[in-house]
């Protein structure tokens, strides 16, 4: 089966929306379900609908993270949409587009540090499901490095 890419999306002809090329307005911790499924769902929406133009910069919060493979996939994924809205019964599935690249600060702190210079409007997204065991050590890590890289 063929990675999910801009390009394998064109050969088979799928004609959904797509934003392949949109500034950097948005740096958002976290790579999990919960944020794809909502945050970079509904950005995808209102660069759809209302021409937002925005793309997402996904920085991974510890060092066990969905990085690499978001990467591989130029930062598209499938988000599928099942459940009701009213008495109406909702099934469906959309590529989601809305993130433009992702960060590995453990293994690129440099990519990580010049997102500050980037001109990124001051849009942060941290999700609060962050209570992971390891959170705490990571953040701790990263912390640390920041420090030594500022000595």
Not at 55 to 77: A, M, T
Not at 85 to 93: P, T
Not at 111 to 132: D, H, R, T, W, Y
Request: hydrophobic share 35%; aromatic share 10%.
């Amino acid at each position: 089966m063929k990675e999910l890419t801009y390009d394998n999306l064109k050969e088979t002809g799928y004609d959904g929306y797509l934003l392949r090329e949109g500034a950097e307005k948005i740096i958002q911790f976290g790579e999990g379900n919960f944020l794809r499924g909502f945050v970079d769902y509904f950005i995808d929406v209102m660069n759809e609908k209302a021409d937002f133009g925005a793309k997402v910069v996904v920085v991974q919060p510890i060092p066990q993270g969905q990085i690499e493979v978001l990467n591989r996939q130029e930062g598209l994924y499938t988000l599928y949409l099942r459940g009701r809205k009213g008495s109406q019964i909702i099934d469906e599935k959309r590529v989601i587009s809305s993130i433009s690249r992702g960060i590995d600060p453990y293994s690129d702190f440099t990519s990580f540090l010049e997102l500050a210079g980037n001109g990124i409007c001051g849009v942060a997204v941290i999700s609060a499901v962050f209570g992971q065991p390891d959170i705490e050590q990571a953040t701790k890590e990263l912390k640390e490095k920041v420090e030594g890289m500022l000595k």
